[in-house]
């Protein structure tokens, strides 16, 4: 199955010089969503995983069904403000200023194994504040998953020590 040929890029989006990917046309298409959702399910099938974490917002479409796949429950990693009971939060950089993800503070017991999963890792900055969060809970990052790695932007140095995979890779935009 050949995913990136599911995937639209559409330039200037929703910067001049980004090359936005759009994962929508992946998503409403019955083979490409069940084949993104079994490759990662099936990859920590035998793993010892006890949550899966998504991050908003792509995040939850495939974090949910990977999960509900597992047979495993699912937490959000929410922009600031979303979540309505006590949060912790992590900042991280951005080009221009700082954003933050939150979860909340009862998401995670000590000592769970958690897989995390988002659509896109381009310079890594909001998976490793998911992977802050699961770790100020008490919880273990066993993997963090991708459809797609943006690898010119070499997210995976900002998730040293961390098994990282990723479906898809673009070497340049
Ligand atoms: P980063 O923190 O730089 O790794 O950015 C990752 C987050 O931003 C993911 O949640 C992506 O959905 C989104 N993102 C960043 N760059 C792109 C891009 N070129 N196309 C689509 N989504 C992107």
Known sequence: MNLK???RDVPGFPKPEI???DITTLTKDPIGLAATVD???DRYADADIDLVVGIEARGFIFGGAIAYKM???FVPARKPGKLP???VRAEYELEYGTDAIEMHKDAIEPGQKILIVDDLLATGGTAAAAAELVEMLGGE???IAFLVDLTFLKGRDKL???EVFSL???DSE
């Open 160 to 162: 040293p020590g961390y």
């Open 168 to 170: 898809v890779d673009y």
């Open 39 to 41: 490759a990662i399910a």
């Open 71 to 73: 047979g495993l429950g």
């Open 141 to 143: 990052v066993t993997a």
């Open 85 to 87: 009971a006590e949060t």
């Open 19 to 21: 090359v936005f990917k």
């Open 5 to 7: 040929k599911l995937i």
